[in-house]
């Protein structure tokens, strides 16, 4: 199964939750799964990259052209994909995966996850959508979801394939059920 993962090209502040990018990479590599990611060196998106590539899984990275050119790719990928520029690199990367999982990360995490969580609500994509809910970090957004059904602006139904987890135990049962 290819998993495309995003999340954040900083490390954040809290040191478990590079703890927790490392176990989920070594679960992916030793699963057989292959990691679709963003294709940086930095940040949790490296952790993860290296964390997957240890554990002897696959690794495709997806990078526009302007952030090769900032020489930000990791150079031990199994591939890289260069793209235009982000729209394009957002394409492949739901192009190329089976299931989709966000964790903490910044704006553009945020922004590709929606994409996924929209597209999984109309049912144009079948495929799960995970948000990793490390120490509660997606505690707001799925407040934000609740309301949109209470509000009649959504249907449980609608966000039927949208799940939230807390550990890498439960993203396991999430795509092990699938």
Not at 71 to 86: K, N, S
Not at 127 to 143: E, Q, T, V, W
Request: hydrophobic share 40%.
């Amino acid at each position: 199964m290819n998993i495309t993962v995003y999340l954040g090209s900083y490390k954040g502040k809290d040191d478990s939750l590079t703890d927790a990018v490392r176990e989920l990479g070594t679960w992916i590599g030793e699963s057989g799964h292959t990691l679709v990611y963003g294709g940086s060196k930095v940040g949790l998106m490296g952790i993860l990259a290296q964390s997957v590539i240890a554990a002897g899984g696959k690794a495709i990275g997806v990078e526009p052209q302007f952030l090769v050119d900032q020489v930000l790719q990791y150079d031990d990928l199994t591939e890289l994909i260069v793209t235009l520029d982000m729209s394009s690199r957002k394409a492949k990367m739901i192009e190329l995966g089976d299931a989709f999982i966000a964790l903490p990360g910044g704006t553009g995490t945020l922004e590709e996850i929606a994409e996924i969580m929209s597209s999984v609500s109309l049912g144009l994509l079948r495929a799960p959508c995970i948000l990793y809910n490390h120490k509660g970090y997606y505690d707001s957004l799925r407040a934000q979801l609740g309301r949109m059904v209470k509000e009649g602006l959504s249907t449980s139904e609608r966000q039927q394939g949208i799940h939230f987890a807390d550990s890498v135990e439960e993203i396991r049962g999430i795509l092990e059920s699938k």
